[in-house]
């Protein structure tokens, strides 16, 4: 286990030296140089705990390919993908306050309340599914209402 995490530990400084790299190359006007420090470092910081240090990456390496006068990847997309895959269970609002509050109410009274199908209130109220970003919305907004959550 302590193996494991120096080696973690290891992947980060070296991501974060490449990404120090990457900026001071982009900075002295080398962007292809800046590009392959960027690619290095995104590799690297591909971590929860190092989640900044990948954005700032990916955005650095979108400057560069401007820099260069190239056609800039979707690295804004990949840059809000960083947030959607690494969730943080102990923050995360879903699993610590709303769908504790959905498990105390009927499904036919969420249900009438949200007017979306059984089979979804369902699976979001069971926790095996984590429902679409709009149904989340309703699903929290009912129960604030209802002053549970």
Same mark, same amino acid.
Request: positive net charge; hydrophobic residues 40%; contains cysteine.
């Given at each position: 286990?302590?193996?494991?995490?120096?080696?973690?530990? /290891? #992947?980060?400084?070296?991501? @974060?030296?490449?990404?120090?790299?990457?900026?001071?190359?982009?900075? *002295?006007?080398?962007?292809? #140089?800046?590009?392959?420090?960027?690619?290095? !470092?995104?590799?690297?910081?591909?971590?929860?705990?190092?989640? !900044?240090?990948?954005?700032?990456?990916?955005?650095?390496?979108?400057?560069?390919?401007?820099?260069?006068?190239?056609?800039?990847? #979707?690295?804004?997309?990949? !840059?809000? /993908?960083?947030?959607?895959?690494?969730?943080?269970?102990? =923050? #995360?609002?879903?699993?610590?306050?709303?769908?504790?509050?959905?498990?105390?109410?009927?499904?036919?009274?969420?249900?009438?309340? /949200?007017?979306? /199908?059984?089979?979804?209130?369902?699976?979001?109220? !069971?926790? @095996?599914? =984590?429902?679409?970003?709009? *149904?989340?919305?309703?699903?929290?907004?009912?129960?604030? @209402?209802?002053?549970?959550?």
């Amino acid at each position: 286990m302590a193996r494991l995490m120096q080696q973690r530990v /290891s #992947d980060g400084e070296a991501g @974060r030296m490449w990404l120090a790299r990457g900026i001071q190359k982009l900075r *002295n006007g080398v962007p292809y #140089d800046a590009i392959s420090f960027y690619g290095r !470092a995104q590799q690297k910081l591909a971590k929860h705990e190092y989640r !900044a240090e990948l954005i700032a990456a990916l955005v650095g390496c979108g400057m560069a390919y401007e820099s260069a006068g190239q056609q800039t990847p #979707d690295l804004a997309r990949a !840059a809000e /993908s960083v947030y959607t895959e690494y969730l943080d269970p102990p =923050r #995360d609002e879903w699993q610590t306050k709303i769908l504790p509050a959905l498990k105390k109410l009927p499904v036919s009274l969420l249900q009438r309340l /949200s007017h979306r /199908s059984r089979s979804m209130v369902y699976r979001a109220q !069971a926790g @095996r599914s =984590r429902p679409r970003i709009k *149904n989340q919305k309703l699903l929290a907004s009912i129960l604030r @209402r209802m002053e549970i959550a």
